[in-house]
């Protein structure tokens, strides 16, 4: 089979989660809000997980939130895994860095994986599900947030709106995302039974378009697409595209909205 576009530059998004780390926590938002949904969705499953795996794990929220559950005594040994190392550091536990493309467990190994907001930057999420599937044992349980198509909408669109009327044309200047109609999709394509997507929308505002910035870059979730357009974002460009974003989108507070698509995807590895 030939090998999966290269979309995202991995080394990069690694150097990029590691300078986020220290101050991680001051735009952890998104991820705690990812991961207070998954362990409320643990809460009615009535049976325990002996073995489970925090995926982007960052610096904890979901055991955090695990702690604060009603599923906190079904889920016995918890492995937290990063892709940054920094991410991890400071605190006890089971803890591993590991890349999401290529997890390191034996076949049939896990009763739980969970995952929040990291699969967004696999370059064949298909592949990274399959290895997760692998890895659950017979009727293991896979919980997997990650960042839609909707993210970002209105930032695309200033963007895209400044180029087109400076440069005369625009490329891609923010990573793609997931469609949400093919969420469920991606999980039957992994070989996963009774696959569910469901879809949160946040709206966040800001008093300037800088913040919002500071805060993908804190979050770790600046663009790394491997492909990077070939001309440099100038003052003049981002003058320009923050005016746009202001015309187009402010409210009557004087705010901007940013908008994010959290895609939940469960599904359970078949039973034999």
Same mark, same amino acid.
Request: hydrophobic content about 45%.
């Given at each position: 089979m030939p090998a999966p576009p290269?979309?995202?530059?991995? @080394?990069?998004?690694?150097?990029?989660?590691?300078? +986020? @780390?220290?101050?991680?926590?001051? +735009?952890?938002?998104? *991820?705690?809000?990812? @991961?207070?949904? %998954? #362990?409320?969705?643990? &809460?009615?499953?009535?049976?325990?997980?002996? %073995?489970?795996?925090? /995926?982007?794990?960052?610096?904890?929220?979901?055991?955090? &939130?695990?702690?604060?559950?009603? #599923?906190?005594?079904?889920?016995?040994?918890?492995?937290?895994?990063?892709?940054?190392?920094?991410?991890? *550091?400071?605190?006890?536990?089971?803890?591993?860095?590991?890349?999401?493309?290529? /997890?390191?467990?034996?076949?049939?190994?896990?009763?739980?994986? %969970?995952?929040?907001?990291? /699969?967004?930057?696999?370059?064949? %999420?298909?592949? +990274?599900l399959i290895q997760a599937r692998r890895a659950l044992k017979p009727d293991g349980l896979f919980i997997g947030a990650f960042l839609g198509g909707v993210t970002l909408t209105e930032l695309r669109q200033s963007l895209v709106a400044a180029e087109s009327e400076i440069l005369g044309g625009a490329g891609s200047r923010v990573s793609p995302f997931a469609d949400t109609a093919d969420a469920a999709g991606l999980l039957q394509r992994a070989g996963f039974s009774m696959p569910v997507a469901d879809v949160d929308t946040v709206t966040v505002t800001y008093d300037h378009?800088?913040?919002?910035?500071?805060?993908?870059? *804190?979050?770790?979730?600046?663009?790394?697409? #491997?492909?990077?357009?070939?001309?440099?974002?100038?003052?003049?460009l981002m003058t320009r595209a923050f005016e746009i974003y202001f015309e187009r989108f402010r409210d009557e507070d004087g705010r901007i909205p940013a908008t994010f698509e959290i895609i939940t995807l469960t599904g359970w590895a078949p039973a034999h």
């Open positions: 290269r979309l995202f530059d991995r @080394a990069l998004h690694r150097i990029r989660l590691d300078r +986020a @780390a220290r101050d991680y926590a001051n +735009a952890d938002f998104l *991820q705690r809000r990812a @991961a207070e949904d %998954v #362990a409320e969705r643990l &809460a009615p499953i009535m049976r325990d997980f002996p %073995v489970a795996v925090d /995926l982007s794990a960052r610096t904890g929220a979901f055991r955090e &939130a695990l702690e604060r559950g009603d #599923a906190k005594d079904r889920v016995g040994f918890l492995v937290e895994a990063d892709l940054s190392h920094r991410m991890l *550091q400071g605190r006890a536990g089971a803890r591993v860095v590991l890349d999401e493309e290529r /997890l390191p467990f034996s076949d049939a190994r896990l009763d739980l994986i %969970v995952s929040t907001l990291g /699969l967004h930057w696999t370059n064949d %999420v298909v592949g +990274a378009p800088l913040k919002l910035l500071f805060d993908l870059r *804190q979050m770790g979730e600046t663009s790394v697409l #491997a492909d990077r357009h070939p001309k440099k974002l100038t003052r003049p």
